[in-house]
């Protein structure tokens, strides 16, 4: 990405590569109540394999692609239903400017009305966010330059995160461990 203006690049130490499952924020007084709900989710579910397949481009964000087993959408179903009534309704400055594009497409406009999350529910596309582009008329060029190859791993734990600019994973709160 060294020819290319981005916003941020993972690199593991700044910039933590994570599949987000639902992106969200809360007031202080349900933060105890959100760890205590991820930690029950976890509780539930055994870990699983995720295999990861090649790039997309939306927009200015180049996705390394999950595909989008049944294990991985419960996981996905289960973090939304127990954090989502926990958001009050809390939609953030970044939110509204997002409301107030015009190109963003509708339906993630409403998904982020109801959810503060632009890929809740049926716009739901489990990746791993590799960068941002500083000029969308970009990504494609920059996306062709990625070699994609199949991988693998085990997802193993939950994480309770930040949620930095552009999306990004900067800092872990707590974890919680899937069933072995």
């Not at 055994?46 to 959408?73: G, K, P, R, T």
């Not at 999350?117 to 990504?139: G, N």
Request: charged fraction near 25%; hydrophobic fraction near 40%.
């Amino acid at each position: 990405m060294r020819d290319f203006k981005t916003k941020y690049v993972l690199d593991g130490q700044t910039y933590h590569p994570h599949i987000t499952l639902y992106q969200d924020h809360y007031l202080i007084v349900n933060l105890k109540r959100v760890q205590e709900n991820l930690e029950k989710v976890a509780e539930k579910v055994s870990q699983f394999d995720i295999d990861m397949h090649n790039f997309s481009v939306i927009s200015v964000f180049i996705f390394y692609d999950a595909e989008n087993s049944a294990e991985l959408l419960n996981l996905y179903h289960a973090v939304l239903e127990t954090l989502h009534p926990l958001r009050e309704g809390i939609l953030t400055a970044a939110d509204r400017q997002i409301l107030a594009d015009p190109r963003v497409p509708e339906k993630f406009k409403q998904n982020i009305q109801q959810y503060a999350y632009a890929f809740a529910k049926e716009s739901y596309i489990p990746h791993v966010s590799i960068t941002r582009l500083v000029d969308y008329q970009e990504a494609e060029a920059a996306k062709k330059l990625l070699q994609a190859q199949a991988m693998t791993f085990t997802a193993h734990e939950l994480l309770l995160t930040n949620v930095g600019d552009d999306g990004t994973c900067n800092d872990i709160y707590a974890r919680f461990q899937l069933q072995s």
